[in-house]
Structure formats: C-alpha cells, structure tokens
C-alpha cells in the first residue's frame, strides 16, 4: 500500500471510531489524500495545450485582469474551490477553512454532496459556511441519481436555501456509483428526469461530472435543458472509482476501469462544441496556473480546484489561502508572458470571443 498524508488526529472526533457516516466521510478524506486516489494510465491532455511566449510581453504583470463574472456573481480570479467534502466534524472544519480562504480572495465555492445534510439533520452544521463567507459564490450539491429515487424540486430547493447557496450542482458519477457498494446503478431515465426539472428551479443549477468527464452525448443530449453552467470534471486527476476501491477494498481492484473517463481537455473541446452557449467549469487534475491558463484558453469560463486544497485545508484556512494565492499568481504570469492584458484578450486570442458567454451567462 502506497503511504500517504493522514488526517491529524485532532481533526477525527470521538464517535468516528464507533463508524457510522463520520467514519465513512473520513475514510474518503483519507483515500483522495493517497497517491494512488490519482489516475495512472491518464492524464489531463493540458500539457499538450500549446501556450504562448513572449519575450516582449509589452504588458505590466500587475495589470494583468484577472477579474471574471460567473452565475451573476463577480469574481477577482476565474477560480472555484471544487466540491469535496460535507457530513463529518473533520468535513466541516475542512469547508469553513475553505470558505474562510474562499471570502479573502473573492473567489467561489462549492459544496460536497449534500444528500447526507438532507437525510441527516445532524450533519447539516458541516454545510453551515456563510457566517465565515458571506460574499462569496456558494454552489450547493446532490447528486442527480437521487432524482430517480424521490428526490425532486423540494430537495433542490432545500439543498440551496438551508445553506445559504447562491446555485445547485446536481453531480453525476456513473462509475463511482458502479464501483460503490451499494452504489446507486438505475440511471435509466434520468436526462429526461433532469430536463423537466432544471427549468422549474427558481436558481442556476449546474450539471457537473466528479472526474470522469463530460461526455459530448451528454452534454448535447442535455443543452437545451436549462443548465446555466456545465463542470466537465475531467478524467486526470482524482478518480472516484479508485477512491470508493480504496475505502472498500485498501486498494485498486479494477485499475482498467478506474482509468476510464473523458481527459479534461478533450471534454471542454467536446462540450463547447456540443453546446456552445453553454459557459463551463474546467475542473479535473487542474493543479497549476499554467492549466488553469490552458483549461481558459480551452473555452472555460472559471476553473475549479479541489484535491490539491484538501491537504491545507485540513491545516488552516491561511494554509488554504496560501495555495490559492500561488495558484492564482501562477495564472496571473502565465497570461502575463502569453502577452495577455487579461481574460477577455485571452478569450477573443483563442477565438472565443463569440458563441460562449464571457461572462458565464
């Protein structure tokens, strides 16, 4: 077994020993921390973006604009802090780290499944992060296979008020589910479940995939639902089929199929070909400025970043801050030395200026 960082004992209460849905929660956290929670037969496809260089940038590093609108909500940086966590004592000292480091940047947040919160009041306080940010794009989450076993627009809506979101990602994770025990495995039906209930939603709902990415059926088949956003979620980072084996099993059973998905550039490609009105998130092993850079120049609007944040977060929220504020500055430079002045350059650049939104709707 690969070893890997462990969660500080401090941060495990009492009752996780006794099992039970805190034990599980942290037994996620402790997969995605370990190596092998990462692809290993395939990577993001971000590498072999080209980027430019120039020697005379002729621009002003500090000028570099970096500001973004998304979902309605200003941003100072096309960045997200991607879904991770929720359920657990550890989970919600992870989320208000987060969102902490989220509401002294400017940037957005989203939420881990929020099924648990929904099912189990006691685990709603792990959710509670609007007293540490305020200001900031809060996404809600829950998954759309839910939708096929009772769940409907009531749910939706208590997902996003009783947190206080600003929107809803309603994620979907075939194989995850496939590969879970337990796992939920009927998803017959489900886009046209989803095409009647987004546009009865009184919020922006996004449609996200957990790290397999979106697939161009997909996405076509569901553009015309009412989607303000889609999250590629690309295959090259954390793999949720090998988190659930880990949890399970301690190991990798089935490394062949926890490798399949959609590589995260190939999946902005496809879906803005797919639906090209349609602003994206770019998330899926992006771990760096320069990806972040290349995933925009791909056609993203904002970019969302989790597993690398797991880690600091689990220390402090300036821990947190720290990374995003290295993150933020790498994508800075890397528009800086492409000759960038900021996004929309980038944009118009890249031939984006037309057919998606600049400013995510």
Not at 63 to 83: E, K, M, N, T
Not at 163 to 190: K, S
Not at 225 to 239: E, H, I, K, P, R
Not at 328 to 346: K, M, N, P, Q, S
Request: proline share 6%; with cysteine.
């Amino acid at each position: 077994m690969t070893d890997a960082p462990s969660i500080p004992p401090q941060a495990i209460p009492p009752q996780a020993g006794a099992g039970g849905i805190e034990q599980r929660k942290l037994r996620h956290i402790e997969a995605c921390l370990r190596p092998d929670s990462q692809y290993a037969a395939r990577d993001t496809g971000l590498r072999e973006v080209p980027w430019p260089y120039r020697a005379l940038p002729e621009r002003d590093l500090k000028g570099v604009d970096l500001r973004a609108d998304f979902l309605g909500r200003a941003l100072s940086a096309p960045v997200l802090i991607g879904a991770m966590t929720g359920g657990a004592d550890a989970a919600g000292r992870i989320n208000r780290n987060l969102a902490t480091a989220a509401q002294r940047l400017e940037i957005g947040m989203m939420l881990g499944s929020q099924r648990v919160m929904l099912e189990r009041p006691q685990a709603r306080a792990s959710f509670l992060v609007r007293e540490w940010a305020p200001d900031i794009l809060l996404v809600g989450n829950l998954g759309g296979a839910q939708f096929l076993l009772g769940y409907d627009a009531t749910h939706a809506t208590r997902a996003v008020q009783e947190v206080g979101a600003d929107a809803l990602a309603i994620h979907v994770n075939p194989l995850q589910e496939a590969l879970q025990a337990g796992g939920d495995t009927n998803w017959a039906g489900l886009t046209d479940r989803l095409a009647a209930l987004v546009p009865t939603l009184p919020f922006p709902v996004i449609l996200k995939e957990v790290g397999h990415g979106l697939d161009r059926r997909t996405v076509q088949a569901v553009a015309s639902a009412g989607f303000a956003a889609m999250d590629v979620a690309g295959a090259g980072g954390t793999s949720w089929a090998r988190v659930e084996q880990l949890v399970h099993h301690g190991q990798v059973r089935t490394p062949d199929l926890c490798d399949l998905g959609i590589p995260t550039a190939q999946a902005l490609r496809d879906a803005r070909l797919a639906a090209p009105g349609t602003p994206l998130i770019a998330s899926g092993g992006i771990r760096t400025g320069l990806d972040a850079a290349r995933a925009l120049s791909l056609g993203a609007q904002v970019v969302a970043v989790a597993r690398p944040l797991l880690e600091p977060a689990l220390d402090s929220a300036d821990a947190a801050e720290d990374w995003l504020r290295q993150f933020i500055h790498e994508l800075r430079v890397a528009l800086f030395v492409g000759g960038y002045a900021g996004l929309d350059d980038l944009r118009a650049g890249a031939g984006l200026s037309a057919g998606v939104p600049a400013n995510g709707g």
